[in-house]
């Protein structure tokens, strides 16, 4: 049976630096990732003008995440109204399959109504989407549906409208 001599296994001053130097090499890749804020103004311009698909589930957690940090973030991109859609839409009409509100506070937008564009005539699946959890719905083109929002929640929010046709979105208490 052979063993290995003592002064062949590496030392505790050799540990030492390889972990130094591997936790140098993880601040430094940390530090050199693209800040969070920043990451949330790009997707936000990609929706605006909507040059992207809907966001994943960690991009939304981010933005949530980035909006309850930064609370003015919603000011900023709400031009003083207290809720309205930050994502592609004209006058309300969202053609991409997908909206996206921000909501300052409880207080500000009770109700999100949602209705068919003029001349659709078949009734459009939705998927409502809170920090509360996913609510599905109906629209029916002869009525408009109503989203009640609810006031829990960490705020300011984001809230996901996903549809399979084209359907106009409208902020009870805020903006388009």
Avoid: C, N
């Amino acid at each position: 049976m052979s063993s290995v001599p003592y002064r062949a296994r590496p030392g505790a001053g050799f540990v030492l630096l390889v972990a130094s130097v591997a936790a140098a090499a993880a601040f430094f890749a940390w530090g050199a990732a693209t800040p969070g804020l920043q990451r949330v103004w790009r997707l936000q311009v990609e929706l605006e003008i909507g040059k992207r698909p809907p966001l994943k589930a960690k991009e939304r957690a981010l933005f949530q995440e980035t909006l309850e940090r930064y609370p003015t973030l919603a000011d900023a991109l709400l031009d003083g109204t207290p809720a309205g859609a930050i994502s592609a839409h004209e006058q309300g009409l969202v053609e991409s399959g997908y909206a996206y509100v921000v909501r300052k506070d409880a207080a500000g937008a009770r109700a999100i109504r949602l209705s068919a564009p003029p001349g659709a005539t078949a009734p459009v699946a939705l998927e409502l989407r809170g920090p509360w959890g996913v609510e599905k719905a109906t629209l029916d083109p002869a009525r408009p549906f109503l989203w009640a929002l609810r006031e829990e929640g960490p705020f300011p929010q984001l809230l996901e409208v996903r549809g399979a046709a084209p359907f106009v979105v409208e902020v009870e208490g805020g903006g388009r």
